[in-house]
């Protein structure tokens, strides 16, 4: 799963008001290299919530990107790339993703996280 | 004792035995378990069982490895990318594909370009997804919960041949009312303004069509089906056009695919109703004298039964005689 993901996921259970963040607890992180697309970061830019996405990236070890980011910033090379490299590069392979409502724990094996609630956590 | 009969007796009697043999074979062999799942893919899975137990370690990989399937799944969704009708800028868009399966639909996504996250319920199909590498997301889920997504980031949703699995109650605690519901509504939450969702659906029968449209009307969403060769039983096609937000669906909704549209009718409806003369005296049906099969008929079927291995009486010169007029 890439922090891209990470970002939309939000904890769907019974009586959650603010399922997100989701928490990161890695186990095994990989990286795996595509090709930047800088539009498609200047669309995504503006729908990522950058607090929950850099405390993200730091659970999963990478610790370069700034803490406030505007929109002035997206004309950085630098910049940019390293927040390609975070949305899309990093991916959580095993790993507990915790609600941070309920601290509830979503299981992630092979990338995958398991959504999958209990019959008394269903809406 | 009259030859005849008495041996006809004896080949029903054959004929029950091996039945009986058979019988113990089907019980035994998981071969023939696999066959009957056959037989049940090619009419309704949403019928034998759950998804998550249906499409287990063994239907997930003859589902992908099927070519069959894997050309159907990519021409669905590059029809249904064609319908969610994105914006041709040339920028990559967040797609969500729900009930992904093996990533097949989700391929023709990366494909385009663009970045796409998937669902399924079942975890053999996921893992296929793995192993086959798919660029997009994975997550396992059921639809049926409400997607846990943030509200306004997805650009488009597709999703091949899955919502109908919804109109199943496969727990005691399933209401398939409800969790259309929850389906619709989270899916609505978390598209941005303006976007679209395509489903292709296999609705088993009008109210179950009916049940998942008012879901999603319900929902807040305005569209409507898009049928693709409608006069076809093998090829007809039924996609659900959902948009979100304000935008207007009447002149966004694309029209149906015919036969016309690909070339391949030739105009032969017109043909098919004809007016027949009444007046025109019944053909006399002639008479075929020539009754059974006759003996080479007889001679190669024994053959055939031998070569399979039955028990099969010896040819004598009795084989296929021509009985007696007073027989």
Request: hydrophobic share 35%; proline share 4%; glycine share 8%.
């Amino acid at each position: 799963m890439r922090l891209l993901t990470h970002n939309m996921l939000s904890s769907n259970i019974r009586g959650v008001v603010n399922g997100f963040p989701l928490k990161i607890e890695a186990v095994k992180v990989v990286e795996k290299s595509v090709d930047m697309n800088t539009d498609f970061l200047k669309n995504m830019f503006e729908k990522i919530e950058w607090k929950a996405f850099v405390e993200a990236s730091v659970s999963m070890g990478y610790t370069e990107l700034p803490e406030e980011a505007d929109s002035s910033l997206l004309d950085s090379d630098e910049f940019l790339s390293r927040f390609h490299h975070a949305l899309l590069e990093l991916h959580l392979e095993e790993g507990v993703l915790v609600c941070p409502e309920t601290g509830r724990r979503f299981p992630v094996s092979k990338g995958i996280p398991n959504m999958l609630l209990h019959e008394d956590e269903e809406q | 004792m009259k030859p005849g009969p008495c041996k006809r007796i004896g080949l029903a009697r054959q004929k029950k035995k091996k039945r009986k043999k058979i019988g113990i074979l089907f019980a035994a062999t998981p071969l023939v378990s696999l066959g009957f799942r056959v037989f049940a893919m090619a009419s309704r899975p949403e019928r034998v069982a759950p998804p998550e137990i249906f499409y287990d370690d063994t239907e997930a990989r003859k589902y992908t490895s099927s070519s069959r399937i894997i050309d159907i799944q990519a021409s669905l969704s590059e029809r249904a990318l064609e319908l969610l009708a994105l914006p041709e800028d040339g920028v990559p868009k967040l797609l969500l594909d729900i009930g992904c399966g093996s990533g097949l639909s989700g391929e023709t996504l990366s494909e385009e370009g663009h970045h796409w996250i998937g669902l399924d319920i079942s975890p053999s199909m996921l893992n296929i997804a793995v192993e086959r590498e798919v660029e997009g997301d994975l997550l396992l889920s059921d639809m049926g919960q409400g997607l846990g997504l943030r509200p306004g980031i997805i650009d488009g949703a597709i999703s091949i041949s899955a919502v109908q699995w919804l109109c199943n109650a496969d727990r005691s605690s399933h209401n398939p009312r409800l969790r259309l519901k929850a389906f619709f509504t989270s899916l609505y939450r978390c598209l941005a303004n303006g976007a679209k969702a395509v489903f292709q659906v296999y609705p088993e029968n009008d109210d179950q069509r009916e049940l998942i449209l008012s879901a999603a009307m319900h929902a807040g969403f305005a569209g409507g089906i898009v049928v693709d060769f409608p006069h076809s039983s093998k090829k007809r096609k039924e996609f659900i056009v959902l948009a979100c937000g304000q935008q207007s669906m009447g002149a966004s909704l694309s029209k149906g695919k015919t036969e016309d549209e690909m070339g391949l009718s030739d105009g032969r409806e017109d043909q098919t109703v004809r007016f027949s003369d009444r007046h025109r005296p019944l053909k006399k049906q002639r008479k075929n004298d020539k009754s059974g099969k006759g003996k080479d008929w007889i001679l190669r079927k024994k053959e055939q039964m031998r070569r399979r291995g039955n028990d099969v009486p010896l040819d004598t010169k009795y084989t296929g005689r021509k009985r007696k007029g007073r027989f």
